[in-house]
């Protein structure tokens, strides 16, 4: 089943986005918490919304989105992360969350989504090239830590 997330999800949220931090080789560099996660995502000015693959009352995959501005294109949906745990991955569950996050944006009147992979996930670049997605060879992503 693909639902809204709630904040009462946050914690198996937190458990799937530490594991896509060690499937990508960056477990160290998460800085999140559950706490900034639960004002961030349900606080008086909510910064981002998600949906979530659940299972036998467990949180299986998560798509974590939020809206961004581009001054040529107008309102855009950014996907931060769309994860499925390891065991369930080839399932379709991806597919039903990359769908359904495409339909939020579709819903709140997005002219289009944006994210990122890494250049190694074959995996991941592949199910974008099913989509028609356009991947970016001139663009440099930059970022500043404060």
């Not at 914690?11 to 799937?16: K, N």
């Not at 979530?52 to 950014?78: F, H, L, Q």
């Amino acid at each position: 089943m693909i639902r809204r997330g709630t904040k009462e999800d946050i914690p198996q949220v937190f458990e799937l986005i530490k594991e896509l931090a060690i499937y990508e080789n960056g477990l160290d560099q998460v800085s999140n918490t559950i706490e900034a996660m639960e004002i961030d995502g349900f606080g008086e000015n909510p910064i981002f919304g998600f949906f979530v693959a659940e299972e036998n009352d467990s949180i299986v995959g998560i798509s974590i989105y939020y809206y961004r501005y581009s001054t040529w294109k107008g309102k855009r949906m950014y996907l931060e992360d769309i994860v499925v745990t390891e065991s369930k991955r080839g399932s379709g569950l991806g597919k039903q969350l990359f769908d359904r996050t495409i339909e939020e944006g579709k819903a709140n009147n997005c002219t289009g989504m944006m994210w990122q992979v890494l250049d190694w996930n074959e995996p991941a670049i592949n199910f974008y090239k099913k989509y028609g997605a356009g991947f970016d060879e001139e663009w440099i992503n930059c970022s500043l830590e404060f």
